[in-house]
């Protein structure tokens, strides 16, 4: 543990100088944005995660054409619930599948949709553990993966189904090959006890969930995991870190009867501007142009179904497991009802129940409207009705537990299920006065504290810390109680107000979690933070 404190001042000390010089593309004469494009030569993306490798080809567009890009990343699953709003904030989408696209899209507001690249989400596991496992030098299905962890010699770390295409798209190819390789997945295929018991079993080797492809990768690469289901292409780039430093590298599995495809579409938003629509196709036009292409290539993505370039075959290295030749045949997606169904059964039903400890700030700076915002987020949580808009609802076994702190810890209280109890944890969050000082060192040792109580192979746990100001306390109070615990559990920190984001910086980097900034908006990042347990 002295270590990895070193480690986190080391990280933060980078960080600090990082923000000095980061930013969303070349800095280079950055102060004349503005006036070269006056506002108008910009194309604004909303893209899943796994895009942010393709910004410096991105760049490179912007120094040809004098067209600048700005890229948000959010989750498949957002993307697809953003389609359906009334407005679009945005001139292209780019998620990770086409699935998506023909979900959210029911108004056609998308054209000249086109794939820029595809890449199969397959297993990276240890190369010493699949080796162990007769993983290696054989095709593998996914039966063979669950028989391995009903055997319980193997874990892995997958993105929420429910949040991220790699999830979703992982998932769907597990009940595929479960159901034995229908011509396409029904609802009625779904009440099969077979499927639900085995599914279930599969899912229960999930020791770390995400909801993000990148950040998974992130993750992994900062912990110690057996393996983790994600994009062919971040599967590359870990091993590539994981090779640079020494370390084991993974070796990729491509579950033969259920593998799952993200074809990269990039669809314009039809607004009726032409500039901006010509603009667009100038950049569509330059991702698919053979130079630019091959370049995508070199970044572990593949142009095509069936092979990859000769001089890119370096990058599919065989001895991680590539297989570059390998014709990639995608499974077909359930129709949108059933995949909703099936969406709503992986939360309620498949996968590990939550536990969740809401470590909540109620100090008098919260007064007015930060409580007014932190009341409105947790009903968009706790109350069902409202949870389940965003595939974020309670499951039977699930557990809430809420710590409303100012100084000292006010009190605590536990909700089981998904009933009567979830919701008056609510009526807890909205009647709880504001007053006092701020220790979130404290709420967070006594949700430590709490977390002993429980069997935590047997949940997803993580604390959900949000504050508003710089905490009294220390720090070592909860490495302490953290070491005593001798469980990971990620504690995710959501920034609002005048937090201090050097203590939450270091809360996450200690337990191998993340940072969440409410700011702008608060419902919007407790729903996020909620999607990676």
Request: aromatic share 8%; charged share 25%; proline share 3%.
């Amino acid at each position: 543990m002295k270590n990895k404190k070193k480690l986190i001042v080391l990280l933060l000390i980078i960080m600090t100088l990082a923000g000095l010089f980061a930013g969303c593309g070349d800095d280079s004469g950055d102060d004349n944005h503005d006036s070269d494009y006056d506002g108008e030569a910009v194309l604004r993306i909303i893209s899943g995660s796994e895009n942010s490798e393709l910004e410096p080809i991105l760049e490179e567009f912007t120094a040809k054409e004098g067209i600048r890009v700005e890229m948000t990343y959010q989750g498949s699953l957002d993307i697809m619930r953003l389609l359906g709003e009334e407005e679009i904030p945005y001139d292209a989408v780019w998620p990770a599948s086409s699935l998506w696209l023909s979900t959210g899209d029911t108004q056609h507001r998308v054209k000249h949709a086109e794939s820029i690249s595809i890449t199969p989400v397959v297993f990276g596991i240890r190369q010493s553990l699949a080796e162990e496992l007769g993983f290696v030098g054989r095709e593998v299905s996914v039966s063979d993966i669950l028989s391995a962890i009903q055997e319980d010699k193997f874990s892995f770390c997958m993105t929420s189904a429910t949040q991220s295409n790699s999830g979703a798209s992982a998932y769907i190819g597990f009940l595929y090959a479960l159901l034995g390789n229908p011509e396409m997945i029904t609802a009625e295929d779904l009440q099969s006890p077979q499927l639900q018991g085995q599914v279930t079993e599969l899912l229960s080797g999930v020791d770390r969930s995400s909801g993000s492809s990148d950040w998974l990768k992130d993750m992994f690469l900062e912990g110690d995991y057996d393996a983790m289901v994600n994009y062919e292409c971040l599967i590359i780039k870990a091993n590539e870190e994981l090779e640079a430093r020494g370390d084991e590298t993974l070796h990729v599995v491509y579950p033969y009867d259920g593998l799952s495809l993200a074809d990269s579409p990039l669809g314009y938003v039809d607004k009726g501007d032409d500039e901006k629509e010509k603009m667009f196709l100038k950049l569509q036009e330059y991702l698919l142009s053979e130079d630019v292409q091959n370049q995508i290539q070199r970044t572990g993505r593949r142009s095509g179904y069936t092979g990859i370039s000769d001089e890119n075959r370096d990058v599919f290295r065989s001895d991680w497991g590539l297989q570059p030749d390998r014709v990639l045949s995608p499974i077909k997606m359930p129709a949108s009802d059933v995949l909703f169904e099936c969406l709503n059964l992986y939360q309620t039903d498949f996968k590990k129940p939550s536990l969740t400890v809401y470590c909540l700030d109620y100090s008098g700076s919260m007064s007015g409207e930060g409580n007014e915002q932190l009341v409105s987020a947790m009903e968009q949580l706790l109350i069902q009705e409202n949870a389940r808009k965003n595939f974020l609802q309670a499951s039977e076994n699930e557990v809430n537990i809420l710590i409303p702190f100012e100084g000292q810890v006010i009190n605590a209280y536990t909700a089981r299920g998904n009933g009567s109890e979830l919701e008056a944890l609510y009526d807890k969050v909205r009647d709880q006065e504001v007053g006092g000082g701020t220790d979130m060192y404290a709420a967070a040792v006594r949700g430590i504290n709490m977390l002993k109580e429980y069997d935590l192979s047997q949940y997803t746990p993580a604390i959900i810390l949000l504050t508003d100001g710089q905490s009294a306390g220390s720090i070592s109070d909860f490495e302490s109680a953290y070491q005593r615990l001798d469980a990971e559990v990620p504690v995710f920190s959501i920034m609002f107000g005048d937090a201090d984001e050097t203590q939450l910086e270091m809360l996450a980097q200690y337990t191998n979690a993340r940072v969440f900034d409410g700011r702008e908006n608060l419902t919007e990042a407790f729903r996020s933070v909620k999607g990676y347990n």
